[in-house]
């Protein structure tokens, strides 16, 4: 079958249901199956889902002429023929996740510290079964992405004719996509595989690597480290105060923005915290009781902020201050060897940054974990954390890289507080 017999549609419930029992085979971890999908169904009603802001996409032959429905869609796409949209014998599907970021546009330009809210997409869960690996399918399914997210304005024309028809803009703009200012995804096979899955046969301007030096410390079970003495009140908190900071949090994060666009020749961008993307990280470690099958997470803490003197809550400090907190949240990754904390979104300056990484390190032994990572710190603070014996390396895997669908070019574009905020999955061709 010929690039050209296929394209790209939004998943049936029949198909995203097919998909999960796929993908199940290599992430389900220590969830049965029926667990696994349990899991995503409850996730899909979660806010960084609602209201179609989670589609599947599959990639399968295409007779499709009239614009779906999104109450008769489900979050996934795949690749299937066009002649039989609806098969469950798609050749590969992925997830794309909507979401509200913020740019700010380059020091030299008029508007250098107006921060304007833009869509863009998150893209998750890429994975092609074994029996169907080895014929380019995943990479076809993630060139013809961009024709999917991307405004036509910023894709060249006409569309490739080897690849048969364009994605029907109309369906599109229907489902509420077309729009991306960008997209970004998590790469575990590399950064050439994503970067070569470009808008036009042979280019090499799809995803492109950027920033993935990441922080570390490891954790000693039985090793405690003196602290010394900082004056501060300290409070840990819950998932319900997580998504009551991120609220407060977003707004914080477009004038850091705002500000850091005034010293530099980029353009800035960042998705914020709020509207359910930095809970999805958090929220996705779940395990189903035993009793219920309700959700329950690992631990009763996911954060700690530097509380102003006197106060005993964040939900009391949230009411009084105005300025930042000072705060880190963090997620666990049980599964993973060695078992980690990794911080989701921190908030810092010199004077708090090290008795938080003190916390941090105090949560982790609580938590039973063997290592604390960071994803993303400016080069102030991870010198500071280098001089207290933290070591900074780039990963190998999770290697996060964005398609800028704007005007400037790769190198005029700065990605920054690029934190684990997005899901992150294996990408599997």
Not at 106 to 117: G, L, P, T
Not at 123 to 134: D, E, H, L, N, Q
Not at 406 to 414: A, P, Q, S
Request: proline letters at 5%; hydrophobic letters at 40%.
């Amino acid at each position: 079958m010929s690039f050209a017999d296929l394209s790209l549609f939004p998943a049936t419930p029949e198909q995203v249901l097919e998909s999960r029992i796929r993908s199940a085979v290599e992430w389900a971890k220590s969830l049965s199956l029926q667990d696994y999908i349990q899991r995503d169904v409850i996730m899909d009603k979660y806010e960084h889902a609602a209201d179609g802001k989670l589609i599947t996409w599959y990639a399968v032959a295409n007779t499709q002429k009239t614009v779906p429905t999104t109450a008769n869609l489900l979050p996934r796409r795949v690749l299937a023929p066009r002649n039989d949209s609806t098969t469950i014998d798609f050749m590969c599907s992925c997830e794309t996740y909507r979401r509200t970021a913020v740019i700010a546009k380059r020091a030299k330009e008029v508007d250098a510290r107006e921060v304007r809210e833009v869509t863009a997409y998150g893209i998750a869960s890429v994975y092609t079964p074994a029996s169907k690996r080895g014929n380019g399918y995943a990479r076809h399914m993630m060139r013809l992405l961009h024709w999917v997210l991307a405004p036509r304005s910023a894709l060249p024309s006409p569309f490739p004719a080897e690849w048969g028809t364009a994605p029907d803009i109309d369906v599109l703009r229907a489902l509420g996509v077309a729009n991306a200012q960008f997209s970004v995804l998590y790469s575990d096979v590399g950064p050439t595989f994503y970067q070569s899955s470009g808008l036009t046969p042979g280019s090499n301007d799809g995803w492109v690597v950027q920033g993935v030096v990441t922080t570390t410390k490891a954790v000693h079970a039985h090793s405690h480290a003196s602290r010394s003495p900082h004056g501060l009140n300290l409070q840990r908190f819950s998932e319900d105060d997580v998504l009551a900071l991120y609220a407060r949090d977003a707004s914080w994060l477009k004038d850091d923005i705002s500000r850091l666009a005034g010293d530099s020749d980029r353009t800035l961008f960042s998705f914020l915290p709020d509207r359910g993307v930095g809970a999805f990280v958090l929220q996705r470690i779940m395990t189903l009781s035993q009793a219920d099958r309700t959700p329950v997470l690992p631990s009763a803490q996911w954060g700690v902020a530097v509380l102003p003197q006197g106060v005993r809550s964040l939900k009391e400090a949230l009411k009084q201050v105005v300025d930042p907190l000072s705060f880190a949240t963090w997620t666990l990754e049980l599964n993973a060897t060695p078992r980690a904390l990794v911080v989701t979104r921190l908030r810092a300056d010199a004077l708090t940054f090290p008795v938080l990484l003190d916390e941090l390190i105090e949560v982790a032994r609580e938590e039973k974990v063997e290592l604390v990572e960071f994803w993303y710190l400016p080069a102030a603070l991870r010198a500071v954390a280098e001089a207290r014996g933290w070591a900074s390396a780039e990963r190998k895997e999770h290697l996060s890289a964005v398609k800028w669908y704007g005007e400037e070019r790769g190198d005029e574009i700065e990605w920054v507080y690029n934190e684990k905020r997005q899901g992150v999955r294996i990408h599997r061709d």
